[in-house]
């Protein structure tokens, strides 16, 4: 027998070993390793090894059976100062019963790793305000992607968050400076996306074998040839979807060298930070009605407007 579970949309892109640690804490490295050596370590159905990443909506399979060896005693991360708290604090945008949402600064990963001390996750103990419990993350945005970023004040508000985002029944807004212009003023890429081989799933690319992937591209002004300003919508959640698209279409994100190499930089003064901002985010609440909020672009992308004299339209969020 196999026990089933769901991968939600703020464990995007981790590693699966990973994924066991943070969701089933009883279980150590080594049953997973003994797991994925007997084939019994599944996603999708697939054999999968502890190293593999594993993507929202994906299906991890199992063994129902208790593990051999308890882990060992979780080490405790150090009390936030209250500098660090007052930063956290500083974030909050929308404050109500069931969300809190955070206007993450660029360069602030939403999620801790080997070199990274500070990180969303680990700020999330000053962000209980008068609730009981402490927040949760419910989606992701890439450490030099800024804007809005959710985050639930209970476990059943997660619950319903996750299948928001994983039924697709969110609507996403960013904005994005491109290199270039492209041909159409309104584009739909439907381009399926899949790990690029040789990087450790750090890194992704176009595969006609991946996961499906759609994104709309709109362009809102434009400065000559050189850049445009557009709206950009994930019409599926796939790691890095709108900077692969971008790239794909041969206007990669402007700052992106990871996906866009020299071609990703503007000379001129414009920085050269990642210029896509999470802008605008739609969700349903639990219990009814709908959270719409807006967050504004950080300082390089709006010194990067204005020295380009670009502006969104007026029917942009």
Sequence with gaps: MSRVFTVAEADDGIRLDRWVARNLPGIPFTAVA????????????????????????????????????????????PPLSPEEAEFARSLVIHRSEHALVLDKPPGLAVQGGTKTATHVDR??????????????????????????LLLARSARAAAFFGRCFAQRDTRKIYWALLAGVPELADIRVDL???????????????DPKGQPAVSRIRVMDRAGNRVSFCEMRPLTGRTHQLRV?????????????????????VTGGVSRKLHLHARRLVIDLPGGGKLDVTAEPPPHFRESLELLGLAPDQGSA
């Design 34 to 77: 003994r797991w994925a050596r007997t084939g019994r370590l599944r996603l999708d159905g697939g054999r999968a090894r502890p190293g593999d990443r594993v993507q929202a909506g994906q299906q991890v399979l199992l063994p129902d059976e208790e593990p051999r060896q308890a882990p060992p005693p979780a080490r405790e991360a």
């Design 123 to 148: 700020l999330l103990d000053a962000l209980r305000f008068d609730a009981r419990e402490r927040p949760r993350l419910v989606h992701r945005l890439d450490r030099d992607t800024s804007g809005v």
């Design 192 to 206: 399926p996306i899949g790990k690029q081989p040789g990087t450790g799933g750090e890194k992704m690319h176009p």
């Design 245 to 265: 698209h971008a790239a794909a279409i041969g206007h990669p994100i402007v700052g992106d060298g990871k996906y866009g190499g020299a071609a990703a930089f």
